[in-house]
């Protein structure tokens, strides 16, 4: 099939290698435009923008996907469907319609369960234990439209974001080869959603990573595990940001105010005091330095007395 695909963070890219091994014609690939990033503010393209150009693929970079005047552009390749996997952008009534088989989305949750931008994140903060792919047919409302193909997938229980996004992108690579390969055969299902069902996750903000360290131990660990290794969820070391990126939840009869670093152990990790038990720091990333493990950070310290994150400066 004629494939134009959209998308643009790293999650994208699973998808679009996987049609193009497969043998499918992409003739376009659309993404959002270069980012400035970094301390020096430089220009940078989108993972989807770069691994597209890389296989050859002409990009386009629109500034509003739904003008008129770049549907003209999209309806000139002739293409049979649109695929869609984190495009991160609303696609309205004319651009879903301007192909033959409509606009293909790649969903990383199990519709209609997390609808909206931070499906994976939002399953690992809430401590689930399955999620999925949905490959689903984009109508105007959100990620609300007939699912073609799903399939479940297991979290592991310190799984974090970076490991999830990786087995659920080849996971939705799969799924996408075989929706396009029975919607060319005409033998795709089409299941409406059950819209009672329906929960919903927001884009992350800057206050999603803060850690309160109030909340029970389980729930920040989750929260850390979700936001690693990028962004990172954030605390307080000595009144600078400091991220904690991964860690193990233990339970245990803890007394100690949250926050406060009670134990290291050379195997284990630095022990954070926590509401039900410890929460094992792994690795970690201060204000200013790379990424680094616990125990490095730790014994670089040179402490005399129990110190404390805090929630604020």
Known sequence: ???????????????????????????????????????????????????????????????????????????????????????????????????????????????????????????????????????????????????????????????NFTSLKQRMGVLGGELIVKSLDLLKKGEAPRIAQDHERATYCQLLTREDERIHWQNEGLSIHNQIRSLSLTPGAFTYWDRQPFKILTTVFETADSRETAGTIVAFDKKKGVACAVAGGYLWLLSVKPQGKKEMSAIDWYRGLHLHEKPRFTTEP
């Open 1 to 159: 099939m004629k494939v134009i695909y959209m998308g643009s963070p790293d999650f994208s890219v699973y998808g679009l290698k996987a049609l193009m091994e497969s043998g499918h014609d992409l003739v376009a690939a659309v993404s959002r435009g270069d980012k400035s990033q970094g301390r020096k503010k430089q220009l940078r393209p989108t993972a989807l923008k770069s691994k597209a150009l890389e296989l050859g693929i002409s990009v386009y970079t629109p500034e509003n996907v739904n003008d008129p005047a770049f549907y003209e552009t999209l309806r000139g390749l002739e293409a049979d469907v649109i695929v869609v996997s984190a495009f991160g952008g609303i696609l309205k009534k004319e651009l879903l319609e301007l192909c033959p088989y409509g606009v293909i989305n790649i969903h990383g949750s199990l519709l209609p369960l997390y609808r909206g931008a931070s499906p994976m994140n939002a399953v690992l903060r809430d401590g689930q234990k399955e999620t999925g792919i949905t490959i689903m047919y984009m109508n105007e409302g959100m990620d609300a439209g007939d699912i073609l193909m799903m399939e479940a997938l297991p979290i592991g229980v310190n799984e």
